[in-house]
């Protein structure tokens, strides 16, 4: 799972949708790669205003990338903040380890790159 | 008026219109096939290739039933997260390293609400087994997006005379249709798990529709490679679909809220762009 797609991921569960305690899933035991991939400027220029900041910013730091300015950057970005984006959003995922919601508890296994969010039947 | 008495005498766990039903005749099968079925999906459909190609720079949004992937590399301007029930077939979809994919339940979409510019589902509606579900899958994806956001949706046709199948206005809605998966494709002996195989092929309902001979026909290309001629071993699987007559997509579409922006209808199968009320 791609970090940017974690902006964009909450618990399975219909009753976890509504709390604040959901959003972000954490992340639990994850185990990371990189992998290098073409920059698409325009992009990362585009999705900026889309994506939820306070949540990037929580979710980068659990996996160890603290350098993140704490509010989202405005007006015309820096290269150096573009890679950076790139390389934290798109080129980096995590490969194995858990997503935990932080309202129910429930925790989502990812193997080999892909997380799975089917509940167990008392849980739909 | 569909008739659906064949297909629960022969579901030996749920009844039609519940998630047991489903997964026996949709989700097991696709597991099953997955490698196969997906060898037969290479090329995206034009309306769909158009409506993901139209989207600015930056939309991120969702394949809902994504299968192999295949709509995942349309267009590298835009980001979507792909989602399929199977996880043999995400496993295909992950391995094109594009974007990104997971395995989820059309139900119960592991997504915020509203938050999406785009989602698209394509010939995935038509497998759920009553008409609450088939709205409720479409609701599930229409409060994925924001304000402006659009869906596209395609399912398959019940008026489809030209095609080999031949169904038309006034047949059985409710159908099973065969995939008979290739000899290279089977790893275990016939029937090895479940009462898969070819003993539920002669199990299927008596319609027209659901006759071994019309096998794969939602196939893209016929593949002479793996034409079955001599000694075939091949293990036959029926997947369950409704077959949408015209304008029960629109309805379907109304009765999960949404609202429908254009439709029409393309080789065998109606579609429509929805967004959300
Ligand atoms: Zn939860």
Known sequence: ?124 | MADTTNLNDDSAQGPLGTETYEAEHVHQVYQEIAPHFSATRFKPWPIVEKFLKEMPTGSIGLDVGCGNGKYLTVNPNIYMIGSDRSSNLVQIAYDRKIHDSCVADGLSLPHPDGKLDFAISIAVIHHFSSPERRAEAIKAILATLNKQGRALIYVWALEQKNSRRGWDEGHNQDVWVPWVLSKQYTSKPNGGKGKKGNEQAEQAPKDASAQQGLANDDAETPNTEEAPKEAPKEVVYQRYYHLYRKGELETDIAAAGGVVLESGYEKDNWWAICGPK
């Open chain 1, 1 to 124: 799972m791609k970090i940017l797609t974690t902006n964009y991921i909450t618990c399975a569960v219909k009753a976890c949708k509504t709390s604040s305690n959901a959003f972000p899933l954490q992340f639990r035991d994850a185990e990371l790669v990189q992998e290098e991939l073409e920059l698409n400027e325009e992009f990362i220029k585009n999705i900026l205003p889309r994506i939820e900041w306070p949540a990037l910013v929580q979710t980068a730091a659990s996996l160890g990338f603290t350098t993140l300015p704490s509010t989202k950057p405005e007006g015309d970005l820096d290269e150096q903040m573009i890679k950076d984006l790139h390389t934290l959003l798109v080129e980096t995922q995590v490969i194995s380890g858990k997503l935990v919601c932080g309202n129910c508890q429930h925790e989502y296994n990812i193997h080999q790159g892909i997380a799975n969010f089917l509940l167990p039947n008392h849980l739909v």
